[in-house]
């Protein structure tokens, strides 16, 4: 046999060893090359291998695999405004030329008239009855052609891309370490189900069956030719964050977590949860502590507070007590987009 | 290079290239031998071969290819009555134990009773009112340990086994020969999705995730020592019976079914929505045909009439106007039961 040939059936019997025990194929150098070092990056290397090494007294079999993720914050930019926010805002003079009776009737008034003090004051059942106007009452075809134009077209003023290309590299580095190692990798997030099950796939490599949102409901139906299809509904079926979020998962996934990440006080109970199980489990917090490369905003640590993905200090306490990794995107991240050199 | 390295390298490479492109890796002289030549058994391997062929027109990429199942009479018998049904009742007795008040109370009162006649009788609302006495109110947990212990001992009268072993062996085979070409095999029933999770993996392969069904919601709280868990509340979150079962295919798994297999009146939806789509689809349902070696009911073609599984004559002709595959039992399988010889 020569050495060429053995080099190669050793090879394919090792990666058909490792696709059957979910164990990593080919030994990485460093698998994780945008965080720099330190205990959060630890942290993970230091799970993965001690819930995928067989023999490891906290091995997971690879069905068990599950991590789950909160988007919005966690894997892509969420401030000034998350961007199903700013859709939603974005589709408001489309709604109001389908129903121009709108356009005297509040909210959708204030949002057409670009008043930013106004806007900013819209109350919560205001922003409800927006989303509902804007996500609701079409078909889910209709619904997906109009998402699909805004994703494709519409910018961050900030860093004047499309809004999917602002993920966070070190996140996507730990999505696809994960799955190497034989784990599901799961978004459960606050936004719309059907609004990130948008481009999910293409933007992190989750499909749809695998995330896990705010969920409407929808109703079937079927056109004058007799050809079925669903609506969807302004009634709510899950919201999905804070306790929504256990239950969401319960409900889609039926199995616990072994690591959950998040950044807000909105994922506070997936990570109580997922911390709540037996063996080995890891919760991380991504603290955003870097003004000058993304935002900084908490309260958490005397950063500047904001409503939009709120880290408190008695959530930072809470990681602290428990033993969650807090991330300092500051420290911990030695780039933060893929598009950085 | 010896024969047998070169023969397990293009073994081994074979293996590689047939997991990573998702089609057969071994042939296989004959996937589904406890089917009779015929209609139903062509139009299965027709379609996995032309679903999976590369090159094929009707070729399906590996990440979209989703089966869907109802449970109850297609997977396994639902006469007399459901097996959820059973347990609800047999659970009567320990619910009224832990609230006496209950037992003068009806339909707690007819249940304890014994009354078959009166039970039979009792109306649709009165049986809401024992599921939900039975299958919520509880912990997850406490849900698990109850159903355990009822799978675990429970026996069908006529078989005396246990529930899990009435499944069809035929059906067993697709659900394996669909797997083996790259499908993932969705339950979707109107049973309770706590309660077919239960058993789904062992009984069928079916990861929990992959279980839809009737579903309740549930609440996140706090033992007195502070840990998290989940209690299931008296809310019906997804009715997964009729439409409702497109609705929660879309909500659960966001693709539309390649294939569909059910058996009554309430898989019509999920029929009409998976041969609704792009490409080639099927669409099978089970006619409980066979009195002898199982049951006979419809009422189509003129058997008798049922409240379980409904399978009317308008479904029947709506499947022969529609190209959907009706498969006799009597005719089209071999054997019914694995554990038959």
Chains 1, 2 share one sequence.
């Not at 190669?8 to 994780?32: E, F, K, N, W």
């Not at 709604?95 to 819209?122: C, D, H, M, Q, Y």
């Not at 966070?168 to 580095?173: I, K, L, R, T, V």
């Not at 063996?279 to 955003?288: D, I, K, N, P």
């Amino acid at each position: 046999m020569k050495w060429k040939a053995r080099h190669l059936l050793v090879l394919a019997l090792a990666v058909v060893d490792g696709l059957a025990s979910g164990t990593p194929v080919l030994a990485q150098s460093d698998p994780l090359p945008s965080w720099n070092e330190g205990a959060a990056k630890q942290a993970i290397v230091k799970f993965v291998e001690v819930t995928t090494t067989q023999g490891s007294p906290s091995f997971v079999p690879p069905a068990e695999r599950v991590a789950t993720f909160d988007q919005d914050g966690t894997l892509w930019v969420e401030h000034p405004m998350y961007s199903q926010v700013v859709y939603c805002f974005d589709r408001v003079p489309a709604v109001v030329k389908a129903k121009p009776e709108l356009a005297n009737v509040e909210p959708f008034k204030t949002v057409l008239s670009g008043n930013r003090e106004a806007i900013a004051k819209l109350s919560m059942d205001d922003l409800f009855k927006i989303l509902a106007a804007t996500l609701t009452g079409m078909s889910v075809e209709d619904f997906k052609a109009e998402a699909k134009k805004w994703l494709d077209t519409a910018k961050d003023p900030r860093w004047k891309r499309p809004y999917t290309e602002l993920t966070y590299a070190p996140m996507q580095e730990v999505l696809k370490y994960l799955r190497a190692n034989g784990y599901r990798t799961y978004i459960v997030t606050g936004g719309g189900q059907d609004f990130v099950r948008m481009y999910a796939d293409e933007v992190y490599g989750i499909p749809p069956e695998q995330v896990v949102g705010t969920a409407s409901g929808t109703k079937y139906g079927y056109t004058k030719n007799g050809k079925p299809f669903l609506t969807k509904e302004p009634k709510l079926l899950l919201n999905d964050n804070n306790a929504g979020k256990v239950e969401g998962i319960y409900l889609m996934i039926g199995r616990r977590p072994y690591a959950a990440f998040g950044n807000s006080t909105g994922d506070r109970q997936m990570l109580e949860y997922t911390k709540a199980g037996a063996g080995e489990r890891l919760a991380m917090l991504v603290l955003h502590d870097d003004a000058q490369r993304e935002y900084a905003y908490g309260p958490a640590q005397g950063l500047p507070a904001t409503k939009v993905g709120t880290f408190t200090q008695a959530l930072y306490d809470q990681a602290t007590r428990e033993g969650w990794v807090v991330i300092s995107m500051k420290s911990d991240w030695k780039r933060i987009f893929t598009f950085e050199p």
